[in-house]
């Protein structure tokens, strides 16, 4: 059972963090208790005083709040992916860093690590990703002297921008020859250094795709959990294994293990396979993770201690071909694939007992290499005498039943006192031949009692802290980079919150003093209702006799046969199904009052403000929309920078509009809501999008009232966000969703029709949303 979960920190504990942080920006009061909560449900407790620290040591460098509120943000991520050790790693890169002109990459580096540490879930993967990071910072820095550099690195704030996808496209040391490469041919032109690390020239891209072969363990990891799950209901974490940089001929063979930490199990695999002997390298990565499954499944630990390596070997040997005997009877499927990656060894001549070896090679692992096939091929004719009788006791030990991994070892030891030759001591092994490509390295098949630098703790078994799910952690979203044309993932933060509630007696006072507006509303709602009616017949329940099924009943009955009791039928409305998402831009600019235009509507509008009408008519339109019936969630949405964007939930698909009696009723939660900070709104409608799209509807709308362009105080250049916005709109389009926004903006023509295309509507006189609000809404959905 998981270990209980820790209990929610008091408020003297959050100031003593507080305290320990130290910093005193603006800016991390913020986000300071979300970080913390964030931190406490994934660190250990000594991890949330080492993060701290981190942070602190970062808020203290001179550079600003942004790397110590990238660190706050990014860490317990990172750590959870690659384990809280991996701290002395990414504090020695960031004081390299920090001591070279180098100093404002530490923010850009922070901010991406979360998502590659998702893509090299494994501290060596990571240290070598930061190995490379360094490598392209001291080779790129300029220096005016020839000793020291005095310029920073130009190409590596880029780089750093687009690692996660870098990370995603080429495994570790292809991505050094690429940053070679580059070094090489643009390490004197600081612009084409941007281009090329920034993956935006076409050399770097033809250069990085050359570098992408074989298959990618990351491309393929969910659907290899997907069949650990779903096939051995297992559950444990893929970590790649960085396949070496010579060419496939000269790369050592690298064998699948299991591992044990603090996180569970881990399954090892090479980061990267290409296809052997006609079998692809989705293929293989599915042979191993089966043999390794198997093994967790059946096989268990023997001591060590008192087994020579010849007679280990031997035990793993006919283990391993016990393992694949059970796999291969549950899926008969695979025997092809273990057939044609299986090794065929030449012929190893017998030595007679007493007579001089025929040579000075240890073939120990030919021989066994050819008795696992013999095991594999269980219907095949066996040449050799001695492996025909092994094969014949093995074949019996499992005739009854999966035996065990003590009786595979005595067989083995029978097979090492029958078998052993003299030159099974020499030190010279032939290994060619002898790698069986699907196979662990057995390291969890024993255990030591004396402690010495092979063994590894598999027989204890430490538990993950359980996971605090009282508070919604951030949903992380990308954000659209148009210069580079790519996305800049998990880039915002995004914290749901439901919204503190007010007086319901507000709204009730609001649509009163737009009684007028109501009642027009009315009449066009009338017109727009499912008219409509599909009779249901055979029903067991329903508000009418189905006379045609009673009269078959009573002649069933009296002909002796057990009667359909299905008699009723009932009626329903053919039309409308259709699931809508409101969403209200919160920023400071809708506490504007609304300016007069003079007349009627300027003086209905005297003392009233962009928020005040925004009020009125989102609660006509809900009223609106639950008289027809329709599924409603009304959100708002504000940002103080890219890291603390917040989604307030005013009602949920869930509730009722006109439910005023409980205590967080909607109504009262729209009378509370007030303006503050910017608008971000890519992430925003990405965020509500999520949400619309797990609804079942024939129709989905999502509607965005504004009062202006989209904006955030961490971004200078205008236009990023509204190419944000734009690429938002068009993603939710591929999803079936449609977006329609109402602006307030008289202005709005230009950037609107950027990011909505002819899907929007701009309402010039603020004083006439109440009524505008709604008769868009239904002019939408007639």
């Keep these: 059972m998981p270990a209980p979960a820790r209990e929610p920190l008091d408020a003297a504990a959050r100031s003593a963090c507080r305290q320990r942080l130290g910093s005193r920006f603006a800016e991390i009061d913020e986000v300071f208790d979300d970080c913390l909560d964030q931190a406490q449900r994934l660190l250990s407790p000594q991890g949330v005083l080492d993060w701290l620290d981190l942070a602190g040591w970062l808020g203290r460098l001179g550079r600003g709040p942004e790397p110590l509120l990238a660190c706050l943000h990014a860490w317990p991520a990172v750590a959870q992916a690659v384990g809280e050790d991996s701290m002395a790693l990414v504090r020695e890169t960031l004081e390299a860093m920090q001591k070279s002109p180098n100093g404002r990459a530490l923010a850009p ?15 060596p993967a990571l240290g070598r990703y930061l190995a490379l990071v360094l490598l392209l910072m ?3 820095s ?11 690195s130009p190409g590596l704030p880029a780089f750093l921008a687009q690692a996660p996808v870098l990370v995603a496209l080429a495994p570790l040391d292809g991505l050094a020859r690429w940053m070679e490469a580059g070094i090489r041919l643009h390490g004197q032109h600081p612009q084409r250094q941007v281009d090329y690390f920034g993956a935006a020239s076409a050399d770097s891209r033809a250069l990085l795709q050359r570098e992408r072969h074989g298959t990618l363990l990351m491309d393929v990891q969910r659907r290899l959990n997907l069949t650990l799950l779903g096939l051995w209901r297992q559950d444990a974490t893929l970590v790649p294994i960085p396949v ?12 699948p293990h299991m591992q044990l930490d603090a996180g569970g199990w881990g399954l090892c695999l090479p980061e990267v396979l290409d296809a052997l002997h006609g079998v692809g390298g989705l293929a293989r990565y599915r042979a191993m993770l089966a043999h390794l499954a198997a093994h967790r499944e059946w096989s268990r630990p023997l001591v060590a201690d008192n087994w020579s390596p010849l007679q280990r070997l031997a035990v793993e040997c006919f283990e391993d071909a016990r393992i694949d005997h059970l796999l291969l009877n549950r899926f008969p499927g695979l025997r092809p694939v273990l057939l044609a990656l299986h090794p065929r060894p030449g012929e190893v001549v017998e030595v ?3 007579a001089e070896p025929a040579g000075r090679r240890n073939r120990l692992r030919q021989r066994l290499t050819l008795l696992s096939r013999a095991l594999l091929q269980a219907d095949a004719n066996e040449s050799d005498a001695t492996r025909q009788q092994f094969r014949e006791r093995f074949l019996a030990l499992l005739a009854t039943g999966p035996s065990s991994t003590r009786e595979m070892a005595t067989l083995a030891l029978n097979w090492v006192v029958r078998t052993r030759e003299p030159s099974d001591q020499f ?32 027989d204890e078994r430490r538990r993950r802290e359980a996971v605090d799910e009282a508070r919604l952690p951030p949903r992380l979203y990308p954000e659209w980079d148009a210069s580079t044309q790519q996305l800049r993932p998990d880039w915002v933060s995004v914290f749901d919150v439901l919204h503190p509630p007010g007086q319901a007696s507000e709204i009730a006072a609001l649509m009163q003093r737009h009684e007028g507006t109501a009642r027009h509303l009315k009449r066009l ?27 078959r009943a009573v002649v069933e009955v009296r002909a002796g046969l057990l009667p359909d009791t299905r ?23 809708v506490n504007d009052p609304v300016p007069g235009a003079g007349g009627v509507a300027a003086a209905g509008a005297a003392g009233e403000t962009v928020l005040s009408l925004s009020r009125a008519a989102v609660a006509m339109l809900a009223w609106a929309i639950s008289t027809l019936g329709d599924q409603l969630a009304i959100a708002g949405f504000h940002s103080n920078t890219r890291h603390d964007l917040r989604y307030l939930h005013i009602l949920g698909f869930g509730e009722t509009w006109a439910d005023v009696s409980a205590d967080h009723s909607p109504q009262g939660r729209l009378a509370a809501t007030q303006g503050a900070y910017s608008t971000r709104m890519g992430a925003a409608l990405r965020h509500a999008g999520h949400l619309l799209s797990g609804r079942q509807a024939d129709r989905h709308l999502l509607l965005l009232l504004t009062d202006g362009q989209p904006a955030d105080v961490d971004v200078s250049d205008p236009q990023h966000l509204i190419a944000d916005a734009a690429h938002a709109v068009r993603g939710l389009a591929d999803q079936g969703l449609h977006t329609h926004c109402v602006s307030l903006d008289a202005k709005a023509d230009d950037y609107v029709t950027r990011i909505f295309g002819k899907h929007h509507s701009v309402i010039d006189r603020v004083e006439q949303l109440p009524r505008r609000l709604p008769e868009i809404f239904m002019a939408l959905t007639r």
């Design 109 to 123: 580096l922070l901010q991406t690590l979360p998502a590659v540490a998702r893509r090299l879930p494994s501290a």
């Design 138 to 140: 001291r080779r790129t």
């Design 142 to 152: 300029v220096s005016i002297h020839g000793r020291h550099a005095t310029e920073p």
């Design 244 to 255: 070496s940089p010579l060419d496939d001929a000269a790369r050592p063979e690298i064998q």
């Design 352 to 354: 007679v007992e007493g």
């Design 427 to 458: 030190a010279d092994v032939a290994f060619k031949d002898t790698h069986i490509d699907w196979r662990d390295d057995n390291r969890h098949l024993w255990t030591f009692i004396e402690h010495g630098d092979e063994e590894q703790a598999f």
């Design 525 to 551: 709602l009338d017109a727009l209702k499912p008219q409509d009616r599909t009779r249901l017949r055979h029903q067991e329940e329903g508000t009418a006799l189905d006379l045609d099924a009673a009269l």
């Design 567 to 589: 008699v009723q039928m009932s009626t329903r409305h053919n039309g409308r199904s259709m699931a809508v998402l409101l969403l209200i831009d919160l920023s400071a600019s």
